[in-house]
């Protein structure tokens, strides 16, 4: 027998024709009606608000007017198809018909992460900006130990130089190189008695009690992850409702200005480049602002698609749900 799904508003109490519509059809068409009350699940609500009720029927989807006749000729073709693929025995689709009726361990993490997923992106994100912040804390505290097991740790994922990060618990919240052109601030020139700059050995230094201790996550991408901790935070308040940027928004605005600042650096510090290409070295707000456009443009370009995922998902679920519990009550 085939299943019949039927989205409805309760609320609204508009399905109640295609209800009878439907049982009046029964005896000819024989069929299993699962009702979806699309109030009960913000998923459903943003794909059927405003269109219920509507009638899925194996492979064919009813909405707007719908009358005896369609759903005769759409009850009809959906058990002439099941008919059909009985007859040839195949294997694929019942396969495909014992799955929809069990809901698995596999189909109930699918839904756990479709609805968290947010929280924990948001977690992870939270964590992973705030541990270079404890770095310099566990340093300052002297707790060496784990304070370099933090620095070592973030090492693999950035460059650490000492005068492209921030400082805590010393003279200056940075030390830039003498090429950013900063004035009235210490330079890291100043701090490291005018050695050369040397980025694997420069990188190697954390700190003194006297200039303080440096974050583990250099000022870009202390922008980066916490522009998109914020927007996280916000897309969650907003009930996920933010809608996706276009990719060449993302490009043009995020990625165009990250790009150009970053690596117009190279010069200043590679040896051996050209020497008619321009040397410049940024500063701590060119970085925040370039990280900070990068990162809020990256979560909006890839959160909402994300979302758009993760609801299809829920609605996948909830409807096999339905299904499952309506056809099986007992849930033996």
Known sequence: MITVTLYVDESSGSSDEVKSALQSLSTEYPHQLVTIDIQRDSAMRSAYAGRVPVVQVGLYRLE????????QVALGAAIDRDRQLGKIDDKSYRERLGRGRTVTQ?????????????????????????LPFLA?????????????????????????????????????AYYPRALAGISGVLTFEDISNNA??????????????????KVALCQRDIAIYLSMLIFGLGFAISGRRIRAIPWYA?????????????????????????????????????????GTLFGVMTTWYLYPMIEESMKETRRLVTRKQAIVNQLNPSGK
């Not at 479709?114 to 705030?130: C, D, P, Q, R």
């Not at 165009?256 to 070295?281: C, H, K, M, N, T």
């Open 106 to 130: 596999s189909d109930r993490l699918s839904l756990w992460v479709s609805k968290n997923y947010l929280h924990v992106f948001n977690v992870l994100m939270f964590i992973y900006v705030g």
């Open 136 to 172: 310099p804390v566990l340093m300052k505290n002297g707790a060496t130990a784990p304070a370099n097991l933090i620095y070592r740790f973030y090492a693999i994922m950035c460059h650490q130089l000492p005068f492209r990060s921030w400082f805590l618990f010393g003279e200056q």
């Open 250 to 290: 993302w490009v043009v605005i995020g990625l165009g200005p990250i790009g150009l600042d970053g690596f117009s650096q190279l010069p200043g510090i590679i040896a051996g480049l050209p020497a008619w290409l321009p040397v410049r070295e940024s500063t701590p707000l060119l970085r925040t602002v370039t």
């Open 64 to 71: 707007g007017e719908i009358t005896k006749e369609r759903l």
């Open 196 to 213: 050369p700059i040397d980025v694997f050995v420069d990188r190697q230094f954390v700190g003194n009690d006297q200039v303080g201790y």
